[in-house]
């Protein structure tokens, strides 16, 4: 059974909740850590001849130590590039949040020592007409890792984020900055020392913008910037 599980969100969609997954999964499998990941739900898949694709769960794949098919890191695939909730009434699809818990905890049995379990967009994004996503870390009770762009109106974002978490009953255990753009924001610093002071909880790490590294060599670089040992010695 997976040892320590954590729910990755962001605070809006495009945040970079992948790169910043797959960084902590180097990071992680650097201190010798077994680890695994999944993506339950992804839109924008490409199809492939085996099968609707999605890159994020594909770097997910790659970053793991473990050895898993596709079809368990993203068991829903969904090709049009739009919310969950749309594109799966586009495709004649129910997503439940309780089906979603069960993939997730099909996942926790397996042995490992970190389990990450990346969401899509927002902390609320729909399902469906009745439920968000965040019911499904809400049921299985998990810690919840947070990804901040540096841009203007983070902090807003941020700050909402985090109460949602909080009034879900759920603990904030981290979050990561990630500069979404080459340009570094204005008076980033600024934004970065107001989070620290009242997100209440450890900034695991601020992710640089780097434009000329290939995309499969991303995490591996991105994970020196993080500190991850609030996460795996709890």
Known sequence: MAKKTYFITGTDTGVGKTIVSAAILEAAKAAGKRTLAMKPIASGCDNTSEGLRNEDALMLQAAITETLPYDTINPIALEP???PHVAAHQAGRQISAQRLVGF?????????????????????????????????????????????PLKLGCINHAMLSAEAVRADGLTLAGWVANRPEQQVMSCE????DYLT???GAPCLGVLPWIEEAE????????SRYLNITPLIEK
């Open 189 to 192: 610093q600024d934004t970065l």
């Open 197 to 199: 002071a009242h997100l």
């Open 104 to 148: 997730c905890r099909g996942m926790q049995i397996r042995p490992a020592d970190l389990l990450l379990i990346e969401g899509a967009g927002g902390w609320r994004v729909p399902l469906n007409d009745r439920e968000t996503y965040a019911a499904v870390p809400a049921e299985l009770k998990l810690p919840v890792i947070l990804v901040v």
């Open 215 to 222: 995309t499969v060599a991303l995490p591996g670089l991105l």
């Open 81 to 83: 590039a739009i919310a």
